[in-house]
């Protein structure tokens, strides 16, 4: 009978693997390949894993608090505005040069990095907003700053995700990796809201840049990867390398552009939210109720990254993203035309289940067809594509709503989603293999 503890007490994947087969021989236990509980028995991966969650918990205790705090200083928006450009834009921007970095460096040590300058300008922040009049400047600045380290962070770590378990159980991981998206963005404002009224906004920020000491932490006493760049590529060429690859290879293309126009024309309902909620259901955006209604939209984003990692484990992730993408297209459409705020809860997390299903299920058939040489300006392009469109496209959104209506953009997003799932054929091209 396979000792559980070894998988806890080793750090070699191929004792993990070991224990795999020891149980699936003995019939002890069923542990299925490919799902959210193989990847965990990965100690390096399990370690690494839930260090950055409790980092992103705190990211996104400060992000939400960031902007009330700033509007509760200036009451204005567009200084509400312009700090969420500084959070998100570098990830638009400087992603790529964020990708290159993973490639050519250890990532381990460039995460530990980052991680310590983000540490160290949270702390900033805290400073700044303690003061009796803060400079708005530079409060603008150091939210740059972590901007910029975000950049190059998350090409780092999107990369890092696949060397941390075999091949075969890399669908678990990105899946636990998507629920921790989601995870974080419902627990970190909850916390974060709390404390911003219990005991004032510069310690939410105190309590962000501790967090970070976790995701340190566990990245300090393993070994990882180094990035594997060629040497001989000239700096024009290394940056481009993943924009080399998309071209190349028809369903990385695929992948990447499907997931540019869902973000792009699909996705910014999640941050019109308050106003669909408000317009059609009668729910203020500063209520309880909206509260619980975005909470259960969070809560089916979770439920369908986890299911790609669970019960839809070894299943075939190319028709998943389309499946999923016909199943968000009538679940937005259901949500765009309801009026019946009762009705609206469980189809919102229809809505937010179909959405993260889709997300991982590409994001892993993406993953897989990558060689490490490319995966961090890759990965750099799918960071591009999901985290910096979506805000390109709330913003485009927002005006056209006040046009002519959050119903007929949702309903537009909805369109755009079932077009998709007709896009979206991720089969191999008949003759061809992966590169």
């Known amino acids: 009978m396979a000792d559980p503890r070894r998988a806890r007490e080793e750090p070699s994947s191929e004792i993990a693997l070991e224990d795999f087969e020891d149980a699936l021989v003995d019939g002890d236990r069923s542990v299925r390949v490919g799902t959210a509980r193989a990847a965990l028995a990965y100690p390096t991966f399990r370690r690494v894993y839930f260090g950055s969650l409790a980092s992103s918990i705190g990211s996104w205790m400060q992000n939400v608090i960031l902007g009330a705090y700033v509007y509760q200083e200036t009451l204005s928006s567009t200084w509400v505005a312009l700090v969420t450009l500084a959070q998100l834009g570098p990830l638009l921007l400087l992603s790529l040069v964020g990708g290159m970095i993973a490639d050519r460096f250890e990532r381990r040590t ?11 300008f949270s702390l900033l922040i805290a400073k700044l907003t303690a003061a009796e009049h803060p400079s708005m400047w530079l409060l603008l600045a150091a939210v740059l700053a972590i901007g910029i380290g975000q950049a190059i962070y998350a090409p780092s770590y999107s990369a890092l995700i696949p060397t941390l378990v075999e ?7 990105i899946s636990l990796n998507s629920a921790s998206m989601n995870l974080s963005r419902v627990i970190g404002p909850a916390i974060g809201g709390i404390l911003f009224a219990r005991v004032g906004a510069p310690w939410v920020f105190v309590g962000n840049a501790v967090t970070y000491g976790f995701i340190i932490i566990a990245l300090w006493g393993v070994r990882l990867p180094r990035g594997v760049l060629e040497h001989a590529e000239n700096r024009l060429r290394r940056l481009l390398g993943g924009v080399r690859v998309a071209r190349d290879d028809r369903v990385v293309g695929r992948c990447l552009t499907t997931m540019v126009a869902f ?23 500063e209520s309880v109720a909206y509260g619980f209604l975005y ?13 790609i990692g669970t019960f839809l484990a070894n299943r075939d992730l190319k028709r998943i993203v389309r499946v999923g993408l016909v199943g968000f297209a009538v679940s937005l459409a259901a949500f765009a ?7 609206a809860y469980p189809i919102g997390f229809v809505v937010g289940a179909f959405y993260f299903a889709v997300v991982t299920s590409l994001s892993t058939v993406l993953q ?18 999901f985290g910096g469109t979506v805000p390109i496209g709330a913003m485009a959104a927002a005006p056209l709503s006040d046009a002519i209506g959050i119903t007929a953009v949702a309903l537009g997003g909805a369109v755009v989603a079932a077009l998709l799932a007709l896009w979206a054929n991720l089969s191999e091209p008949a003759g061809a293999g992966a590169p």
């Open 263 to 285: 973000s792009l024309f699909c996705l910014p309902i999640a941050v019109l939210m308050p106003v669909l909620a408000h317009e059609n259901l009668g729910i203020d955006g």
């Open 337 to 343: 035309l309801d009026r019946n705020p009762a009705v």
């Open 368 to 385: 897989q067809r990558l060689d490490d040489k490319v995966r961090g300006r890759v990965m750099a392009l799918w960071i591009m594509a």
């Open 295 to 307: 909470a259960t939209f969070g809560s089916g984003a979770v439920v369908g990254a986890l299911s």
């Open 167 to 173: 091949p075969r159980d890399l669908t678990g991981a």
């Open 110 to 120: 460039v995460l530990i990095l980052v991680s310590v300058e983000q540490t160290a």
